[in-house]
């Protein structure tokens, strides 16, 4: 029986506020939110917030995450190419890719590339080639 549970959010770290409001609005299509100290990244319901400079991570979280330290996927639903092209249009270099990957959905072909501080962005497409 599934729960009823449903992802909301994870951490990233940033080192620049700036550098990162535009490469998540710009690069990756994410709404930014303003909080009482630094900002979140919001796709759809689900958001990134984000430890920067002036927030405090403890005391919940033991070893906070630290820039370049994470790993995530996004679902582009469009096919491949197109993500490939609006990587490229932004100048984010593509360290791996198109290749076939399995996701949340099965099979798809994903890109992989990194944001400015270092950590792993993945584009997987389930859109036919």
């Not at 599934?2 to 490469?23: G, M």
């Not at 710009?26 to 630094?38: K, L, S």
């Not at 890719?97 to 590339?113: D, I, L, M, N």
Request: charged residues 20%.
């Amino acid at each position: 029986m599934a729960l009823p549970v449903k992802l909301d959010h994870c951490v990233i770290h940033v080192a620049d506020w700036e550098t990162s409001n535009a490469f998540y609005r710009d690069v990756m299509g994410a709404t930014v939110v303003a909080r009482p100290a630094g900002f979140a990244y919001r796709f759809g319901d689900t958001q990134l917030n984000v430890h920067g400079p002036g927030v405090d991570a403890t005391p919940v979280a033991r070893l906070p995450v630290q820039p370049g330290n994470s790993d995530l996927c996004f679902e582009w639903n469009e096919p491949i190419a197109d993500a490939v092209a609006h990587l490229q249009r932004h100048k984010v270099t593509i360290e791996l890719g198109p290749v076939e990957r399995y996701g949340a959905k099965g099979q798809g072909t994903s890109v992989y590339f990194r944001d400015p501080y270092g950590s792993l962005m993945e584009f997987i497409s389930y859109a036919a080639t």
